[in-house]
């Protein structure tokens, strides 16, 4: 298919972009609901000819994101079985719709925003733990234990409200600036400043009260 | 310790314990295919072949995907997906769809029966974003694609309406994952109860209305009659109908019966308007705030429903009235004079109720208190008859008496202070003074008088 960019304001304009097609048609004929968020704006693509951003692979992506993603994971439901059943099957999610997630600027944001969602639920991560214990069982050993001292903070992180504790674990544990963590949660930057704040305060309250029982 | 000591610290403590974790093997899933129109045939398939008793002969029908199980020393759970070779020998084959999350979480169904004229039904649970949850009925069928939450809520509405009693079976689909569900509407459109209800059975609006509603038979006419308005309408498919009757000359506070007719019934409701007519306003306003008369006075202006009492009082006096009309002037006369130049205030209230001060200023001044005086005319006189006219000032009312040895009069002061009189002295000897005696009052004034011969 020969395909040419629209812009007015570049003489390169006449000149086909033969191999970058794919690119600008796929981006084009997906306007997906989390493509809006997880894609620039529009207003900063029609500054001139799109820097066209080749599809990355999947295992490269995998391979560099597991263990980020496990650690989220395992911040967010507390338990050592489930973390890694979430990664995995967030990364599922991914591969089957890779060519989509693929087309993000950010593919990483949307598997932590899978990620986030899936481990918030205690329902869903005793689930998983009964699953992964049936199906993992051969396994000899699963992620180590954290000292006591740490570990007891993030089970005060997963005490907050839900999406407190989200925003936490990304500013902590990956050093996320409030964009970033706005992205990945598909919510607004002040709502994350006001939950990091909201959650910051709580999660400080708790923990020193638990010094003084000690 | 800080909280963000006690963070840095617990953060390296996590990322330490992830940080050995090695990738587990990469996912060899075959693209899944994309299912509308696919997957709701394959269901459809499944559904039949479900029925017919041989799924369990053909499990593979149910799997659109294969996914990677790279160690094959896991155990394989029942009607899994098919195994295919690892393509990478340090995975541990972890990596495989979650089948077994709805076995323990199983899919649920909201509601298995409805005695709605439009029944639906609705599946809810959890599966992995990207899912495909398909549902596949004789009476209509959804689907949907799990979003990035992992839950979903299906939502299968029955078109054209299932017949009334019948059981049919439901295949829900979740992935790969195949599930039998049953419903059974029990709306019937030739077994609807007649029922009426009515919705206000009162107003207080001037435009006064009443409500109907309640089920019938489609097609039914329904009537509403009363002696101040009717109105009909028809039962619609669903099997409802409502009806609005509007009433014109409502007579207030008197009840009166509404006959709601469907076919052989007869419904009777009660009916009354409670309207009651907004009160008038009320305004106050001070026709005069000076005045410069001897018997001064103040009046007020007052708009208002008959029957308002209205209370207007000063230091120099007070009136209450009840007005008798919507519109009234009150006047206050004062009862002893105010002070000349002196504002002072007037209080009107309005049913006991202070409604306002107002000012006002007396301009009228007293006058000083006439002097009793008399004075003579003449003195002495040459005409015959002779006489003399007396006058003077006193209060008005006083009476003056003159008197002589030849002669006397009495009179009294007018309203302006003033007496005259003219006195003849008949017999007077001539040339010889004699004495005249003025009395006004208590006062007592003489004078000298002489006839000149």
Known sequence: ?214 | MSLESRAARASRSLRRTVSDLAPVGMPAVVRRQRLSTFASLAAAAAMVLVFAGIASAMPSFFEPEQVAATDPSLPEPDGSPTVIEPDDQESNGELVEMEQNFDVVPVRQMVSESDLPSPWTKFYGDALPGTTVIAVSDWGSADLVVDERGEFSLKLEFEPLPPAGLEFPILLTVGSAAYEFHFTSLWDPGNVDITAHQLYGISDDIEAYEKFFGTAPPGLVISAESPYGSATTTSGDSGKWNLKLWFDDLPIGEPFDVIVRIADEVFTFGFVSVYEPPPLPISVSQANSTSDSSSPWVKFIVDGPVGTVVDISSSYGSVSRTMTGTNEYVKLWFSSLPPAGVEFPVTVKIDGEVWGTYAFTSWYEEPAPIAKTANSTYGSCSEDPPYDVYYGTAPAGTNVDIASAYGSGATTADGSGNWSKQVFFAGAPLNEVFTVTVTVGAEVFTFDMVVIG
Not at chain 1, 38 to 57: K, L, N, W
Not at chain 1, 63 to 82: D, M, P, T
């Open chain 1, 1 to 214: 298919m020969d395909f040419r960019f629209e812009s007015q304001d570049s003489e390169e304009t006449d000149k086909p972009f033969i191999g970058f097609e794919r690119v600008t048609f796929e981006m084009t004929l997906q306007p997906k609901r989390e493509r809006r968020s997880m894609v620039r704006s529009d207003t900063e693509r029609a500054r001139g000819p799109r820097p066209v951003r080749a599809v990355p692979d999947f295992e490269s992506f995998y391979r560099g994101e597991y263990r980020a993603v496990v650690g989220l994971a395992y911040a967010l439901s507390g338990s050592r079985i489930a973390a890694e059943d979430i990664t995995q099957d967030a990364f599922l999610a991914a591969h089957k719709e890779w060519d989509r997630v693929a087309s993000y600027d950010r593919p990483e944001a949307w598997v932590r925003r899978v990620v986030s969602n899936l481990s918030v639920s205690f329902m869903r991560t005793k689930t998983r733990e009964a699953g992964a214990i049936i199906r993992l069982k051969s396994r000899d050993a699963y992620l180590p234990v954290m000292p006591e001292e740490d570990a007891h903070f993030w089970k005060a992180v997963r005490g907050l409200p839900r999406r407190q504790a989200q925003v936490i674990a990304l500013h902590y544990l990956e050093d996320r600036p409030v964009a970033d963590i706005a992205l990945i949660l598909g919510c607004a930057e002040n709502t994350v400043k006001v939950h990091l704040h909201k959650g910051r305060q709580r999660l400080a309250r708790k923990l020193d009260e638990r010094e003084e029982r000690s």
